[in-house]
């Protein structure tokens, strides 16, 4: 069973999870799934080029599939339908891994990293994990700014080595304050196979706090992810 918090509220359908508002502490909306099907079957007949490759659907509807595969594709064409009709342009990728920074985690800014999402203009992060590990949310209260701890800013001014009245820019620039720290005794949400989610993000007219989410270390699977 999914663990919850105050900020995720559970929804039954596509609809709901499109219309409910983000508000109060809700940041996270989930559309809880159990899926039939075989995603397995998809992701060994898709090909790999590379570390991550966008999935079309002229290639979900090529690959001959058992009668579970068929209906694993199925879902995922129904869910690209869903999404494009709503205005969103999702896309689905088969994912061996994402690169990661050079730099020590303190001021990591890939994926891996807690972050938040950032528009200019109203919109939501949505994502379904089909197949392998799954991304982890952490409530805001549960996480810490990292440009807001001492050690870490102490090394993004070094790192900035520029005029002090330049260094707010600087972080934004370069995505640091875009990126967080559990706190101690933070408990992640991972959010699990089949859900399909929508996340607040970071933009002018959003009336919560944005999600807090990473990608998953990957395991031996490859991931098939659809996001938008």
């Known amino acids: 069973m999914l663990s919850t918090t105050n900020s995720i509220k559970i929804v039954s359908s596509f609809p709901e999870l499109v219309n409910s508002d983000f508000k109060g502490e809700i940041n996270a909306i989930n559309w809880q799934r159990d899926l039939d099907g075989d995603f397995e079957e998809i992701v060994a007949k898709l090909e790999l080029n590379g570390n ?3 999935v079309y659907i002229e290639d979900l509807e090529n690959l ?3 009668e579970n595969g068929h209906v694993a594709r199925e879902i995922i064409l129904n869910d690209l339908r869903l999404l494009t009709d709503f205005g969103a342009s999702p896309s689905l990728n088969l994912i061996k891994n994402y690169e ?3 730099e020590s985690d303190s001021i990591s ?3 891996y990293s807690y972050h938040v999402d950032c528009s200019p203009i109203a919109t939501s992060t949505f994502l379904c994990t089909y197949y392998g590990a799954s991304s982890d949310i952490l409530p805001n ?3 810490i700014q990292k440009i807001l701890i001492p050690e870490i800013r102490e090394k993004l001014e070094k790192l900035h080595n520029g005029k002090e009245q330049d260094f707010e820019a600087f972080l934004k620039e370069n995505y640091f304050d875009l990126h967080y720290q559990p706190k101690p005794n933070a408990h992640p949400i991972n959010l699990g196979s089949g859900n399909l989610w929508r996340l ?3 933009h002018p007219d959003q009336e ?3 999600c807090v989410h990473r990608a998953p270390i990957e395991n031996d699977e490859y991931r098939l992810l ?3």
């Open 100 to 102: 990661r920074d050079n």
């Open 52 to 54: 991550i490759t966008e």
């Open 226 to 228: 659809l996001i938008c």
């Open 109 to 111: 800014t890939d994926v």
């Open 141 to 143: 209260e549960q996480a």
């Open 200 to 202: 607040s993000v970071d």
């Open 208 to 210: 919560v706090p944005p």
């Open 64 to 66: 001959v599939l058992s």
